[in-house]
């Protein structure tokens, strides 16, 4: 089974009364193969990486795209939001 690969997505937060504009930038997990694909979003003090035990199961059936979400792994949130 190939490791998980990350991708990174960069989005804009926009200006919110006096907070400026900002960019969050999502950090994505990929394992597994499958004509599927399944999108997982981890719980309180886990990350993305929590999933990947499940990639061998799911093999041939879906690709498995964990998110990591604000203030947990990899992905970078501002400060500000």
């Known amino acids: 089974m190939p490791s998980p690969t990350s991708l990174f997505l960069d989005c804009p937060v926009p ?9 969050a ?3 994505v997990r990929i394992s597994g193969e499958g004509p599927e694909v399944l999108l997982a979003m981890h719980g309180f003090s886990q990350s993305a990486s929590w999933f990947d035990h499940l990639a ?3 093999r041939g ?3 498995l795209w964990s ?3 604000p203030a947990h792994g ?3 949130w501002p400060c500000s939001v």
């Open 67 to 69: 998110v990591d979400l």
């Open 56 to 58: 061998e199961p799911l």
């Open 74 to 76: 990899l992905t970078e």
């Open 15 to 23: 200006v919110f009364g006096r907070r400026p504009a900002e960019t």
């Open 25 to 27: 930038r999502w950090h």
């Open 61 to 63: 059936v879906a690709e």
